[in-house]
C-alpha cells in the first residue's frame, strides 16, 4: 500500500469514527453526564440536530478532500464517476426494489475494489440521486456517510473467489444485515425531535438514561420502521444473491484493465 | 433564477433556525417566509409534484411523533388520561405537556422539510454543481460525470430492453432484470474506460494541486488533528463540561476549515461564465443573514425563548419577543421580492411567446 493509500484510509477510519460518534450522541445526553438537571440536557438535546450536522458534513468533507490531495488518478474517477452514473440510474426503479439496487453495487464493488472505493460509490451515488432527485437536504450527510460505510464494510469480508457459493450466501446476508442496519442508522437524524428526556432525577444509577433511551429508540424502531425495512432488506439480499456472481466476474476482468498501472511511481 | 449562492444562504439561515428553534411561534413565522418563497418557485418547476406528496407523507410523520412522544414521556402536572403503571415503557400518565411538547418537536421537523422542499425547487443540479468548494474539486469532477452520464445509460438501458425484447424476452417480473442490468454495467464499464483514456490522453491526472511534499505532510496532519479535536469535543460534551467541548469543537472546526481553504488555493481550475448578481439578489442575502444572525444570538443569550420544552419546565404558552419575530420574517424577503420584480411579462414576449435567450442570428 502506498503512502497516499494508507493517508487516505487513514483519513477514512478517523472520520468514520467521529461519525459513528456523532450518530450515537443523541442517545449519551442522558442528563447525568453534562452535569446538569433536565432542563439543560433537554436543552442540549434539542440543540444536538445542528451540531451533528455540522459534525457528520465535516468528516464528510474531509473524506472527500483527502482525494483532491491527491489519492485519485483519472481512471479512478472516471470509472467512479461512470458507476455512481450506473447506481443512480438503477434507484430510478420505482419502489423498494429501487432503493435496494443502491445498496447491491456498493456492497460489490466495495468487497471487489476495497475500503475507499466502496466509500466513494456509496456516498457519491446519493449525492447524484439527491442532485437529480432534487432531494437536497439536512438528511443528505446522514445519508451519504451511511451508505458510504456500507462499501466500505464491505471491504472488510475475507476474499471468497475460491468458494463461490459460499461467496454470494456471504454477501447475501451481509446485504440483509446492512437493509435493517440502515435503516436503524437513518431513522436518528431526526430522533432527537421525536424523543424527549425524562427529568434526571428520576434515575438513580448514570447510564440509567442511555438504557432508556435506547429502548424507546428499539421501540420507535420495531412500530415504525421495521416493516419498510423488512421490504428493503429482503430487496438487497435478493439482488445481491442474483447479481453477485456476474457483477464480480465483470468486476474483475476490469480490475486488470483500470488498475494495472495504479502503482505509486515515486516509490519505485 | 436567482443566484443559486444567495439561495444557499437563505436554505443555510432557515435550516439554522429551524433546527435551533421548537418555539412554534417562529417556527410559524418560518412556515409563512417559506410559503411565501414556495409561491414565488414552485410554478416553475415540474419538480413540484413529487414534493407536495413528500410533504403530506411528512404530515403524517408528524401526526405519529405527537403520540409517541406522548406516550413514552410521563412527566408533566396537567393529566389527560391513565394508563396502567405496569405496562413497559408506555405505563403511566399522558400528560398534555407532553402531547404539546411532542407536537412542537414534529412541527419542527416538517418545517424543515418545507424549507428544503422550496429550496430544491428553486435551484438546479448544474448550477449546484458549479458552486462546489475548489477543495473538493475532485468529487465535484466524479459528480458530474455521473451527471453528464445519466441521461446517456437511460438511453442505453432503453436500447438494451429494446434488444432482448426482440430476442423474445419479456420484462415481467425483477428476476427478469438480469438480462437488463448486466448489458448495462458493461457498457459503462466500457465507457468509463474511453472516458479514462481520454482524460489522461487530454492529460487530466489525480493530482491537480501543486503542493510540494511537506506541505502536504502539513496538511495531511492538520486534518487528522483537525478530526481529533473534533471527535475529543463531543466526548468532552457528553461526558464532563459542556462550555470546554464547544471550545474544542469550535478549534477542531477551525482547524479543518483552514486546511480545507488552503486545499481549496491550491487547486487550479478557470470558470467559465460567472454567475450574475440581480438586483433582488442584495437583499435576499441581508435578510438572510441578518435572520440568522438574530436567530442564533438569541439562542445563545436567552435559550428560553427559542426553545419550548412544557414536559421540562412546565411552561405552556411559549415566550414571544417581537424584535426577533421581525428578524425571523425576513426570511420571506426572496418570496416578496420575486413576487414584486420577477413575475411573466418579462419573460413574454410582445407576441406572447416566451422569448429565449439563445436565439441568435
Redesign the interface.
Given at each position: 500500500m502506498s503512502d497516499r493509500n494508507r493517508w487516505s484510509h487513514l483519513v477514512l477510519m478517523m472520520a468514520s469514527l467521529v461519525g459513528v460518534l456523532a450518530f450515537l450522541y443523541p442517545f449519551l445526553i442522558d442528563g447525568s453526564g453534562s452535569g446538569g438537571a433536565g432542563a439543560s440536557s433537554a436543552a442540549a438535546l434539542q440543540q444536538s440536530p445542528l451540531l451533528m450536522i455540522v459534525v457528520v458534513g465535516l468528516s464528510l468533507a474531509a473524506i472527500l478532500a483527502t482525494l483532491g490531495a491527491g489519492a485519485m488518478n483519472a481512471r479512478m474517477v472516471a470509472i467512479l464517476g461512470v458507476l455512481t452514473a450506473a447506481n443512480a440510474v438503477l434507484r430510478a426503479v420505482p419502489g423498494p426494489a429501487g432503493f435496494a439496487a443502491v445498496f447491491t453495487l456498493p456492497v460489490l464493488c466495495g468487497y471487489a475494489y476495497g475500503a475507499t472505493f466502496g466509500f466513494l460509490l456509496g456516498s457519491l451515488s446519493l449525492l447524484v440521486s439527491a442532485l437529480i432527485g432534487g432531494g437536497i437536504g439536512p438528511w443528505l450527510p446522514y445519508q451519504m456517510l451511511a451508505l458510504g460505510w456500507v462499501g466500505m464494510t464491505s471491504a472488510w469480508i475475507p476474499d471468497l473467489r475460491r468458494r463461490p457459493r459460499t461467496e454470494v450466501a456471504v454477501l447475501s446476508i451481509w446485504a440483509l444485515a446492512w437493509g435493517f442496519v440502515f435503516g436503524a442508522i437513518m431513522n436518528i437524524w431526526f430522533w432527537p425531535y421525536i424523543y424527549a428526556p425524562q427529568q434526571s432525577g428520576m434515575y438513580w444509577e448514570r447510564g440509567q438514561g442511555l438504557i432508556e433511551s435506547l429502548r424507546s429508540y428499539a421501540v420507535f424502531y420495531v412500530v415504525t420502521s421495521l416493516w419498510w425495512d423488512l421490504a428493503r432488506a429482503s430487496g438487497n439480499a435478493l439482488l445481491t444473491g442474483l447479481m453477485a456472481r456476474p457483477v464480480l466476474t465483470l468486476l474483475r476482468r476490469f480490475e486488470r484493465r483500470f488498475f494495472f498501472a495504479w502503482t505509486d511511481q515515486t516509490s519505485s | 433564477m436567482r443566484n443559486p449562492l444567495v439561495w444557499l444562504l437563505w436554505a443555510a439561515s432557515a435550516?439554522?433556525l429551524a433546527?435551533?428553534m421548537?418555539n412554534p411561534l417562529y417556527l410559524t413565522l418560518i412556515v409563512l417566509a417559506t410559503w411565501l418563497v414556495y409561491l414565488g418557485v414552485a410554478p416553475d418547476t415540474p419538480?413540484a409534484g413529487?414534493?407536495r406528496a413528500l410533504l403530506r407523507l411528512g404530515l403524517i410523520i408528524w401526526l405519529?411523533?405527537i403520540p409517541?412522544?406522548a406516550l413514552?414521556?410521563?412527566?408533566g402536572e396537567i393529566v389527560l388520561l391513565s394508563l396502567p403503571e405496569n405496562w413497559p415503557?408506555i405505563g403511566g400518565p399522558v400528560t398534555l405537556e407532553?402531547v404539546l411538547?411532542?407536537a412542537a418537536?414534529?412541527y419542527?421537523?416538517w418545517t424543515?422539510?418545507f424549507i428544503?422542499a422550496a429550496?430544491?425547487?428553486a435551484t438546479d443540479?448544474s448550477q449546484?454543481?458549479r458552486m462546489a468548494p475548489a477543495?473538493?474539486?475532485?468529487?465535484g469532477?466524479?459528480?458530474?460525470?455521473?451527471?453528464?452520464?445519466?441521461p446517456?445509460?437511460?438511453q442505453s438501458?432503453r436500447e438494451i430492453r429494446e434488444a432482448q425484447r426482440i430476442r423474445g424476452h419479456h420484462f415481467r417480473n425483477?428476476?427478469d432484470?438480469?438480462p437488463l442490468?448486466?448489458p448495462?454495467?458493461?457498457t459503462?464499464?466500457e465507457?468509463?474506460?474511453q472516458?479514462?483514456e481520454s482524460?489522461?490522453s487530454r492529460g487530466?491526472?489525480?493530482?491537480?494541486?501543486d503542493?510540494g511534499p511537506g506541505r502536504?505532510r502539513l496538511?495531511?496532519g492538520s486534518?487528522?488533528l483537525?478530526?481529533?479535536l473534533?471527535?475529543a469535543g463531543?466526548?468532552l460534551?457528553?461526558?464532563?463540561?459542556?462550555a470546554a467541548g464547544d471550545g474544542i469543537?469550535l478549534a477542531?472546526?477551525l482547524l479543518?476549515a483552514g486546511?480545507?481553504w488552503q486545499?481549496g488555493r491550491h487547486?487550479r481550475r478557470t470558470r467559465y461564465g460567472l454567475q450574475i448578481w440581480g438586483p433582488g439578489d442584495g437583499a435576499v442575502a441581508l435578510g438572510s443573514v441578518v435572520a440568522l444572525a438574530a436567530g442564533v444570538l438569541a439562542a445563545r443569550s436567552n435559550?428560553a425563548l427559542v426553545?419550548y420544552?412544557p414536559?421540562?419546565?412546565g411552561v405552556l404558552i411559549p415566550p414571544f419577543s417581537p424584535t426577533l419575530g421581525l428578524a425571523v420574517a425576513l426570511l420571506a424577503v426572496p418570496g416578496v421580492v420575486s413576487l414584486v420584480q420577477d413575475r411573466p411579462p418579462s419573460v413574454k414576449g410582445e407576441d406572447g411567446r416566451p422569448v429565449s435567450s439563445d436565439t441568435l442570428p
Amino acid at each position: 500500500m502506498s503512502d497516499r493509500n494508507r493517508w487516505s484510509h487513514l483519513v477514512l477510519m478517523m472520520a468514520s469514527l467521529v461519525g459513528v460518534l456523532a450518530f450515537l450522541y443523541p442517545f449519551l445526553i442522558d442528563g447525568s453526564g453534562s452535569g446538569g438537571a433536565g432542563a439543560s440536557s433537554a436543552a442540549a438535546l434539542q440543540q444536538s440536530p445542528l451540531l451533528m450536522i455540522v459534525v457528520v458534513g465535516l468528516s464528510l468533507a474531509a473524506i472527500l478532500a483527502t482525494l483532491g490531495a491527491g489519492a485519485m488518478n483519472a481512471r479512478m474517477v472516471a470509472i467512479l464517476g461512470v458507476l455512481t452514473a450506473a447506481n443512480a440510474v438503477l434507484r430510478a426503479v420505482p419502489g423498494p426494489a429501487g432503493f435496494a439496487a443502491v445498496f447491491t453495487l456498493p456492497v460489490l464493488c466495495g468487497y471487489a475494489y476495497g475500503a475507499t472505493f466502496g466509500f466513494l460509490l456509496g456516498s457519491l451515488s446519493l449525492l447524484v440521486s439527491a442532485l437529480i432527485g432534487g432531494g437536497i437536504g439536512p438528511w443528505l450527510p446522514y445519508q451519504m456517510l451511511a451508505l458510504g460505510w456500507v462499501g466500505m464494510t464491505s471491504a472488510w469480508i475475507p476474499d471468497l473467489r475460491r468458494r463461490p457459493r459460499t461467496e454470494v450466501a456471504v454477501l447475501s446476508i451481509w446485504a440483509l444485515a446492512w437493509g435493517f442496519v440502515f435503516g436503524a442508522i437513518m431513522n436518528i437524524w431526526f430522533w432527537p425531535y421525536i424523543y424527549a428526556p425524562q427529568q434526571s432525577g428520576m434515575y438513580w444509577e448514570r447510564g440509567q438514561g442511555l438504557i432508556e433511551s435506547l429502548r424507546s429508540y428499539a421501540v420507535f424502531y420495531v412500530v415504525t420502521s421495521l416493516w419498510w425495512d423488512l421490504a428493503r432488506a429482503s430487496g438487497n439480499a435478493l439482488l445481491t444473491g442474483l447479481m453477485a456472481r456476474p457483477v464480480l466476474t465483470l468486476l474483475r476482468r476490469f480490475e486488470r484493465r483500470f488498475f494495472f498501472a495504479w502503482t505509486d511511481q515515486t516509490s519505485s | 433564477m436567482r443566484n443559486p449562492l444567495v439561495w444557499l444562504l437563505w436554505a443555510a439561515s432557515a435550516a439554522v433556525l429551524a433546527l435551533s428553534m421548537r418555539n412554534p411561534l417562529y417556527l410559524t413565522l418560518i412556515v409563512l417566509a417559506t410559503w411565501l418563497v414556495y409561491l414565488g418557485v414552485a410554478p416553475d418547476t415540474p419538480m413540484a409534484g413529487g414534493w407536495r406528496a413528500l410533504l403530506r407523507l411528512g404530515l403524517i410523520i408528524w401526526l405519529i411523533t405527537i403520540p409517541f412522544g406522548a406516550l413514552m414521556n410521563h412527566t408533566g402536572e396537567i393529566v389527560l388520561l391513565s394508563l396502567p403503571e405496569n405496562w413497559p415503557l408506555i405505563g403511566g400518565p399522558v400528560t398534555l405537556e407532553a402531547v404539546l411538547g411532542g407536537a412542537a418537536s414534529g412541527y419542527a421537523l416538517w418545517t424543515l422539510l418545507f424549507i428544503f422542499a422550496a429550496f430544491n425547487l428553486a435551484t438546479d443540479a448544474s448550477q449546484l454543481m458549479r458552486m462546489a468548494p475548489a477543495f473538493l474539486y475532485q468529487a465535484g469532477v466524479v459528480a458530474t460525470i455521473a451527471l453528464t452520464f445519466v441521461p446517456q445509460m437511460l438511453q442505453s438501458a432503453r436500447e438494451i430492453r429494446e434488444a432482448q425484447r426482440i430476442r423474445g424476452h419479456h420484462f415481467r417480473n425483477w428476476r427478469d432484470s438480469l438480462p437488463l442490468a448486466m448489458p448495462l454495467l458493461t457498457t459503462a464499464f466500457e465507457h468509463a474506460v474511453q472516458l479514462a483514456e481520454s482524460m489522461e490522453s487530454r492529460g487530466l491526472s489525480g493530482e491537480l494541486t501543486d503542493l510540494g511534499p511537506g506541505r502536504t505532510r502539513l496538511l495531511r496532519g492538520s486534518l487528522a488533528l483537525g478530526l481529533l479535536l473534533l471527535m475529543a469535543g463531543l466526548v468532552l460534551r457528553i461526558t464532563w463540561i459542556q462550555a470546554a467541548g464547544d471550545g474544542i469543537l469550535l478549534a477542531g472546526v477551525l482547524l479543518m476549515a483552514g486546511v480545507f481553504w488552503q486545499l481549496g488555493r491550491h487547486s487550479r481550475r478557470t470558470r467559465y461564465g460567472l454567475q450574475i448578481w440581480g438586483p433582488g439578489d442584495g437583499a435576499v442575502a441581508l435578510g438572510s443573514v441578518v435572520a440568522l444572525a438574530a436567530g442564533v444570538l438569541a439562542a445563545r443569550s436567552n435559550p428560553a425563548l427559542v426553545s419550548y420544552a412544557p414536559h421540562v419546565d412546565g411552561v405552556l404558552i411559549p415566550p414571544f419577543s417581537p424584535t426577533l419575530g421581525l428578524a425571523v420574517a425576513l426570511l420571506a424577503v426572496p418570496g416578496v421580492v420575486s413576487l414584486v420584480q420577477d413575475r411573466p411579462p418579462s419573460v413574454k414576449g410582445e407576441d406572447g411567446r416566451p422569448v429565449s435567450s439563445d436565439t441568435l442570428p
